[in-house]
Nanobody, 129 residues
Framework: VRLVESGGGQVQAGGSLRLSCAVS????????MRWYRQAPGKQRELVAA????????NYAGSVRGRFTISMDSFKNTVYLQMNGLKPEDSARYYC???????????????????????WGQGTLVTVSS
């Protein structure tokens, strides 16, 4: 199981980008999907999160009202729509997912699952003024 990110790029201030992160492989369930970002010389920060199969979302104050996180449960994909981009939004954006990975328990002779946290490879967003 791995994450495949796409959608980064360069845009002028005020522009928009949409990031995508797809879970590739077999999963039993997805508990939470998040987007983090890290700018050079700064700590990684949580940008947005979506839980409860898309029913609840949270945003960092700096992006609330401009960014929208959503998910497609059938495609196991999370999106981050970024509007009104500012130069300070420039960073590498990382997808983070908590999921349950299925496996066959040979001792119990049954399928079960175990928790797994995954990180994407990151996608670069550059906003010019």
């Amino acid at each position: 199981v791995r994450l495949v990110e796409s959608g980064g790029g360069q845009v002028q201030a005020g522009g928009s980008l949409r990031l995508s992160c797809a879970v590739s492989g077999s999963v039993s369930s997805i508990d939470a999907m998040r987007w983090y970002r890290q700018a050079p010389g700064k700590q990684r920060e949580l940008v947005a999160a979506i839980v409860d199969n898309g029913r609840n979302t949270n945003y960092a104050g700096s992006v609330r009202g401009r960014f929208t996180i959503s998910m497609d449960s059938f495609k196991n994909t999370v999106y981050l729509q970024m509007n009104g981009l500012k130069p300070e939004d420039s960073a590498r954006y990382y997808c983070n997912v908590d999921l349950e990975e299925p496996f066959y328990d040979t001792a119990l002779e049954t399928w079960t699952s175990s928790p797994l946290e995954l990180w994407g490879q990151g996608t670069l967003v550059t906003v010019s003024s």
